[in-house]
């Protein structure tokens, strides 16, 4: 008995106007008006529901379950903390070690990029290690201070500057961590919507476009100071930059060679310990612990040297120094303080806040994702935004600027055996003894040596020749976004090169999924070979393989070979007036009329009208289909060759789902066939739908199920469903049901008086008898799928099975229709 809201919705349905019943889904009452009842009878029945709406927000919406497990897993480290070891401890060691003595020169130069003191990389790289482990889905990544983010920072940091004369050089800090925390926010908010798949909308074409052009717009920027050259903005396009570096060359200073030796030293040591680790396998874990503190080893040398050079310094000035020196680093957290926010400053980069949020996206992710496949563990990327954000919103109560993943220390910190996230305290533990007691070493490295360090950690950014050249041979249309990326950081800035290389990978996505092509497919029968012979197809299961199991079988190739299969091959229209075609990119509101549009040309092209001469008089014919001439309608010989339209089977495995638009035009597309095959129907099928929401929108359309007889249509139709053995007969309840169901059909048939009880056993026999189902009543069968839907298909095969049924059954059909009219004529 229905509800009393089913009965309301009902009522107020039928108020409004709304139809209900607005198909003619062949029920079980339907399937016994001709065709083999053991399709449905011998078989168990299985009707097909449709998925409601109250089961979506029961999948979407989360339940308390889902709720608690949301905020666990806020805090990722409590899933392995509790299983901490000493062996762990050990490997977690060396790697923060590691990684915190080559992070503390890197922090203080990157902080040169960033228009701050030294201090603040300090400060940044403290605390991006140390509140990261809480968060962190990853135990590779290092967070702290990186060149491109850095650049961004000072590139903004200066620009406010120029508009406005209250910001110098004192308090720079104010705009840097302002801009930490707005960014670190929205990239937090990301993070804890879960909607970290966001960032698999920036392509990797783009994401090496930006690597590449911001690492040469670096080193191209450091090279003047490394060489003492001033006199220009190193802040200017990057093309800029080299030209005024090669017209400043003859002004070069001692600080050139404080710079290219400590550069050619840098690769010099690495490529030794590289030959070296060749040469010795057994002491290669050695050689990269000495390779990885280059950098360490490089600016203690040149602080030496400059401490050499400049000890007798006057009153401690590093202004009179003979090569540019870091100067006075304060020791501890000087700038410690809460940051200040407003307006104002907001103002100063409200234009740069989506290049800098996407800097700290794709570093990240990319770095974290990259070390995640490489050391056989999955990250969670809206967990890693969210570390990322707290990060950035913590780390400015320090002092710190914005901080994301750093390349090259996370490849440091793999390779050098980290175990767990915890790693990183150890790192902070390492950068927090340099803020407090290596400060006053910090006075005399010279700033030609930071920027050898600079130009040596970005040149691993750089995407390598072979590497491009392998982008080519997969998607040349990508090399040149590439490109364009590239030039466009170098001769304009790194914010509109990550613009141009990302909208350029959204338009070819876009051009893509507007001019998808889909494929008429056609049948060949293929053999399988073994060495010089083919082999025999299976009789018998023997165990070994599945019963029946064809090595003879029927695939399906684009007619066109355009999948690149061998043209010699001749593909065979699957039956004369059936067409199958299959859709490549889905089937949406963006390419549901360019695949419509191709299917329909194709179909008018190799057809003909059912009935040429279906218009009364001369003038009823559309201007678009005029006939041959005005005083000859008839087709030519060349049209009557052609078949007439029969069926279309459409293959849905690559659509996942449909809309509103894409049913509308597949409904006129049938509409229009529909009347080119007059007074004959197209019947439509559906191969390898596998969502249920699409299914529910075709049926909704009048799609999967025959459409009602109409007047005067003499013929029935005749389903073929796929089924499949479950299981045997051994218990009397299946057996006793296995009985009821051929007392059923067997009353059915000789109420409706359509098959006979000799039928039946013929059917019975013959199942009896298949290799598919061998033994009879001992398997158990049930249909695949739902037989209110028949013409919903497990497979093409299916689908063209059925279709073939079909059309021979409505031609037998119109035989006998006509032979009846011929003998009523003639009585």
């Known amino acids: 008995m229905a509800s009393t809201r089913t009965k309301i919705g009902h009522g107020l349905a039928k108020v409004l106007g709304i139809k209900l019943n607005y198909r003619n889904e062949l029920g079980h009452e339907g399937l016994t008006r001709g065709e083999s009842v053991f399709s449905v009878d011998s078989a168990d029945s299985y009707v097909e529901h449709e998925p409601t709406v109250g089961e979506w927000l029961r999948e979407v919406f989360p339940n308390g379950r889902d709720v608690g497990r949301y905020f666990y897993n806020l805090l990722p480290f409590l899933r392995w903390i509790g299983f901490y ?29 960033a228009a701050l003191q030294p201090e603040y990389g300090l400060y940044t790289s403290f605390m991006g290690v140390l509140i990261y482990w809480f968060f962190a889905t990853s135990k590779d990544i290092t967070i702290g201070p990186v060149a ?14 120029k508009h406005d004369k209250r910001w110098n050089t004192n308090n720079y800090h104010v705009i840097a961590s302002a801009l930490a925390i707005i960014a670190g926010a929205i990239v937090c908010f990301i993070g804890l919507a879960r909607l970290g798949w966001l960032v698999n909308l920036i392509s990797l074409t783009s994401i090496c476009a930006f ?5 040469i717009n670096i080193a191209a920027g450091q090279v003047p100071t490394m060489m003492g050259i001033t006199g220009f903005s190193t802040r200017d396009a990057t093309y800029k930059v080299i030209i005024n570096t090669l017209k400043g060359l003859p002004r070069t200073k001692l600080d050139a060679a404080m710079g290219l030796t400590a550069l050619f030293l840098l690769y010099f040591i690495r490529y030794v310990f590289n030959q ?28 030496l040297i400059s401490w050499l050079a400049n000890r007798h310094l006057p009153k401690h000035n590093a202004s009179k120094a003979k090569f540019k020196i870091l100067g006075t680093v304060p020791r501890g957290f000087k700038h410690a303080a809460v940051p200040e926010i407003d307006v104002s400053i907001i103002k100063t980069f409200t234009s740069q806040i989506p290049a800098a949020v996407i800097v700290l996206l794709i570093e990240h992710i990319s770095i974290s994702k990259s070390f995640g496949r490489v050391n056989n563990y999955q990250i969670d990327p809206s967990q890693e935004l969210v570390a990322i954000g707290v990060s950035n919103l913590l780390g400015p109560f320090l002092g710190a600027y914005p901080a994301t993943g750093s390349f090259s220390r996370t490849a440091i910190k793999s390779k050098a055996g980290v175990r767990t996230p915890l790693a990183g ?3 902070a533990l390492v950068v927090l003894l340099a803020i407090y007691a290596l400060t006053a070493v910090f006075f005399y490295i010279p700033n030609a040596s930071l920027s050898a360090v600079i130009i040596h950690a970005v040149g691993d ?30 001769f304009t800035s790194i914010e509109i090169g990550v613009y141009v290389t990302i909208g350029a990978s959204a338009a070819v996505l876009l051009f893509r999924a507007f001019k998808a092509q889909g494929r008429f497919m056609g049948r060949v029968q293929v053999h399988s070979v073994v060495g010089d012979h083919v082999l025999e197809e299976q009789k018998h299961n023997n165990g070994r393989g599945a019963v029946g199991e064809g090595l003879t079988r029927n695939v399906f190739l684009p007619i066109e070979h355009g999948d690149g299969s061998n043209p010699e091959v001749k593909v065979k229209q699957p ?10 990119e889905g089937f949406n509101y963006p390419n549901a009329d360019h695949y419509l549009d191709n299917m329909t040309e194709y179909i008018f092209k190799t057809t003909r009208r059912t009935n040429p001469n279906s218009y009364p008089r001369l003038g009823d014919r559309p201007w678009n289909d005029p006939g041959t001439s005005r005083s000859n309608t008839v087709q030519s010989e060349e049209l009557q060759g052609r078949p007439t339209l029969k069926a279309i089977i459409l293959d849905f495995s690559s659509v996942n789902n449909v809309d509103i638009t894409s049913i509308q035009q597949l409904i006129d597309v049938r509409n229009q066939l529909d009347r080119y095959a007059a007074p004959d129907t197209v019947h439509w099928h559906f191969a390898n739908v596998n969502n249920r929401w699409t299914k529910r929108a075709l049926a909704a359309a009048g799609f999967g199920y025959p459409s009602p007889a109409g007047e005067g249509e003499l013929h029935r139709w005749k389903p073929i469903f796929s089924v499949a053995d479950i299981g045997g007969y051994s218990s009397a309840a299946n057996a006793a049901e296995y009985d009821y169901n051929k007392r059923q059909a067997r009353r059915r048939s000789d109420v409706e008086g359509i098959e006979t009880e000799q039928d039946h056993s013929v059917i019975n026999k013959t199942i009896s008898s298949s290799a598919a189902y061998k033994g009879g009543a001992s398997s158990k069968i049930a249909v695949v799928g739902g037989i209110n839907r028949p013409l919903f298909h497990a497979d093409l095969t299916a689908a063209l099975q059925s279709a073939i049924a079909n059309v021979e059954h409505r031609a037998l059909d119109s035989d006998d229709s006509a032979s009846d009219l011929h003998k009523d004529r003639i009585g």
């Open 148 to 161: 491109v983010m850095s650049t961004l920072t000072g590139n903004i940091v200066l620009a406010a500057a």
């Open 276 to 303: 070296l680790s060749k040469r010795d396998p057994s002491r290669r874990k050695i050689y990269f612990f000495l390779n990885t503190l280059r950098t360490v080893f490089v600016i203690l040398l040149y602080t």
């Open 211 to 215: 690597m590449t052009g911001s690492a």
């Open 461 to 490: 950014l750089i995407t390598p020749p072979n590497t491009v050249y392998q982008f080519w041979r997969v998607s040349p249309i990508e090399v040149i976004i590439f490109f364009a990326g590239v030039i466009v950081i170098i």
């Open 425 to 427: 305290v150890i790192t």
């Open 575 to 584: 039956y004369p007036g059936v067409f199958i075609y299959r859709f490549s």
């Open 85 to 113: 070891n000493t062996q762990w401890l050990a490997g977690d060691l060396v790697a923060g070690i590691t990684v915190g003595a080559v992070v503390v020169p890197q922090g203080m130069a990157y902080a040169s990029l």
